[in-house]
């Protein structure tokens, strides 16, 4: 679901619809199947899976959702069609904090993100380091380095 808000004056936006307008994600249905470990738990009440081209953050509880967005841009019908959008995820075992992300396409890359900041935390890989069009399975070692 998606909704359509204002934006603050002097925002500027050029992809938006009217003046001032803007959209923000409130709530994602669905799951990525064709993705390694696809669903992974924070805690006993909250997970993570993916969603098109980014990773939801379930609370159970609360029944809400954050959204870690995908870093590469994709096209709707590139991440449909599987030539780009995640294609694996890995959660640090030991404080479960840290959320690793890879995606495919032509410029493949893994990211790491902090789960409560929903901020990129490192740098990324990227498939010119390796010349991949994509990463298929990641894990963080115990010591999260």
Request: proline share 5%.
């Amino acid at each position: 679901m998606v909704e359509l808000a204002s934006a603050p004056p002097g925002a500027n936006n050029p992809s938006a619809t009217g003046p001032g307008a803007i959209l923000s994600l409130k709530h994602v249905f669905g799951l990525s199947s064709d993705v390694t470990s696809n669903v992974r738990f924070l805690d006993e009440s909250v997970f993570l899976y993916p969603a098109g081209n980014q990773i939801v953050i379930y609370n159970a509880e609360t029944k809400s959702q954050r959204f870690i967005h995908g870093v590469e841009a994709a096209s709707p019908v590139a991440v449909a069609s599987g030539e780009s959008g995640i294609s694996a995820i890995a959660v640090a075992p030991k404080d479960r904090k840290y959320v690793a992300v890879a995606e495919r396409g032509e410029r493949a890359c893994v990211s790491v993100f902090n789960v409560h900041t929903l901020k990129r935390t490192r740098a990324s890989l990227v498939s010119s380091d390796c010349g991949s069009k994509q990463f298929v399975s990641l894990c963080f070692s115990y010591d999260q380095r």
